[in-house]
């Protein structure tokens, strides 16, 4: 018995279900998806369109079925929008459903809005491997249902919120370090939100930003970021 899971926004090509039950097949023992990543310490950003992005301070998502994907690799967390085969004997249930009422009741109100680190953690927890595999193909967002409750707005921020409370909570990824965003100060939540993109929303509030510009605004950002967390790239 297999479960697949996907989201509600998304325009899925005919032969998807199909590609995922037959690649779950080569993997009985695992999670499989059609987009994930691996953990890198110290990332705050996501990326996925380009293998340029696949550096620090950046967590980069290559996708099956585009030029981002190579070959099937383990990974450390899936992405339900491109599809994820799961299985139940991978669970036990009065044990993850304490874990994900606790996840969603955690005091910021942001960690549960990412739902695939909740899910990648808790099979990390319980040694389950999870699989970036071959198969996919690019799946269309609707942009209109995209936008109606969305979870993806600020997604750097949530995430970075869920990947150190599931680390604390569960005890995994114990070789990796992340940035603990609500205990920076504002003006490094700031610059945090100014390197995801560049919107003047964020940048144009540090004064040392404004002789910046494209590409070397955000470098700028990054640097000042890495030497205030003593990060070493």
């Known amino acids: 018995c297999i479960i697949i899971y996907l989201d509600d926004d998304v325009i899925y090509h005919p ?24 953990l890198r310490s110290n990332f705050r950003q996501i990326k996925h369109r380009n293998l340029k992005e696949d550096h620090h301070p950046n ?44 996840a969603t009741q955690q005091s910021s109100g942001l960690v549960w809005k990412a739902d ?7 099979l ?21 249902a995209s936008e109606i409750k969305p979870l993806h707005k ?25 940035v603990d965003i609500l205990s920076q100060p504002p003006e490094i939540v700031n610059l945090i939100n100014c390197e995801a993109s560049g919107n003047p929303m964020f940048c144009d509030k540090d004064p040392q930003l404004a002789n910046y510009t494209g590409a070397a605004l955000i470098q700028e950002a990054t640097r000042r970021i890495d030497e205030a967390l003593s990060i070493a790239v």
């Open 15 to 38: 032969t998807l279900i199909e590609n995922l039950v037959l690649k779950s097949t080569e993997y009985p023992n695992a999670a499989i998806g059609f987009s994930g990543t691996k």
């Open 124 to 144: 990390e927890y319980r040694n389950i491997p999870q699989w970036l595999v071959s198969g996919g193909t690019n799946p269309v967002i609707n942009k209109v």
């Open 116 to 122: 695939d680190f909740i899910l990648g953690a808790y």
């Open 59 to 102: 967590l980069f998502y290559p996708l099956s079925g585009s030029k981002t994907f190579q070959h099937d690799v383990q990974v450390d967390i899936l992405q339900g929008f491109a599809g994820v085969v799961i299985r139940p004997r991978f669970f036990d249930y009065p044990e993850f459903l304490k874990f994900v009422q606790d």
């Open 154 to 178: 600020m997604m750097h921020i949530q995430t970075l919120e869920a990947v150190f409370y599931l680390q604390q909570t569960l005890k995994i990824w114990t070789n990796l370090t992340f």
